[in-house]
């Protein structure tokens, strides 16, 4: 592991941790430098920062034991996916695609190694819709497989109206799809509460109303 000194922490900024940190503790710059050189296997799990900022030693470990400095190595949001990662388990990243106001999204990470302090990460989550489902690869595949299912009655001549619901447990809104963009240029997008998602963003962040998954049988 590369050293970083802004990742370094003493008595003076020990304030800009949290309880929970995954760090690397020492009582001396030369013992925590090496611990970084080493990529040493004794991280610990910070259970206390002490108040008193006269106090040299303020990072307690998980045995209680205080230190001077702590180097950090994961960031306490991110805990969960460090252990999973590091149990040869896989993890999600949250990203925002700009194309759609930033609506975030999780997808499998897949890369050498994660960027514990500027992303957030989770282990994967099982989505059994991800496994009998896939998202609609056109607006066509969309309104065609909405007629289908729901057996609604739409003129030829116009669009059938969609009303989706997040997926989201915390979320009972109701949206209602007011338009469509069909081009190469833009590819294929929905617009939903004045914001334009892909397909993509659709079967992955809303569901129809009655629960079943904005996407089509792979």
């Not at 230190?67 to 896989?90: D, I, M, Q, T």
Request: proline share 3%; charged share 35%.
């Amino acid at each position: 592991m590369i050293f970083d000194k802004s990742k370094v922490y003493t008595m003076f900024n020990a304030d800009d941790l949290q309880v929970g940190d995954i760090v690397y503790l020492a009582d001396s710059a030369r013992s925590i430098r090496l611990k970084v050189a080493e990529d040493s296997k004794y991280i610990s799990k910070l259970s206390n920062i002490y108040d008193d900022e006269e106090e040299e030693c303020r990072f307690v470990d998980e045995h209680n034991v205080p230190y001077s400095f702590a180097y950090l190595v994961c960031p306490e949001r991110n805990v969960e996916a460090f252990k999973a990662w590091h149990e040869g388990k896989k993890i999600e990243m949250e990203y925002a695609e700009p194309d759609e106001n930033e609506s975030s999204v999780w997808r499998l990470f897949e890369n050498e190694e994660p960027n514990w302090y500027k992303f957030h990460y989770r282990p994967a989550q099982e989505k059994t819709a991800e496994k009998e489902y896939r998202a609609f690869a056109s607006i066509d595949e969309l309104t065609t497989e909405f007629v289908k299912r729901f057996k609604t009655k739409t003129p030829s001549y116009a669009y059938p109206l969609i009303w989706v619901k997040s997926s989201k447990k915390d979320n009972n809104d109701r949206y209602l799809i007011t338009g469509y963009v069909d081009n190469e240029d833009y590819k294929q997008l929905v617009a939903i509460d004045n914001k334009y998602y892909s397909l993509c963003v659709l079967f992955e962040n809303f569901q129809f109303l009655d629960g079943s998954t904005c996407g089509v049988k792979d």
